[in-house]
């Protein structure tokens, strides 16, 4: 029963741990050709709902955000039809899609 206990104490030591206070500032690309998202060109996908959202294809890595208004509320302009990706959002990187 002891060792369980250990095993048990050991754990949540370990996942407590694994919190830190390390902040990581996700508004840099941190990959192969290390950009601001700020610089890159966004394009927008439209969820099964009609609502839109930012999206970046940097080639390896990808970023997506919903579309919020003013309010806070998200935006559902149509700009394509739902499960649609469009826009320049591949224009990122030098690394192309595979696919």
Known sequence: MKIVRGIVL???VAAIS???DNKVDKTVDRGFDSDHLSSMTAGIWVDPNGCDHWIIDDGLEGYLSQRLDKYGKPVCSGA???GVA???FKEN???KDQI
Do not use: E
Request: with cysteine; glycine share 6%; proline share 20%.
């Open 18 to 20: 694994a919190c830190s």
């Open 86 to 88: 469009t826009g320049p």
């Open 80 to 82: 394509a039809p739902p």
């Open 10 to 12: 050991l754990s949540a």
């Open 93 to 95: 990187s030098a690394f």
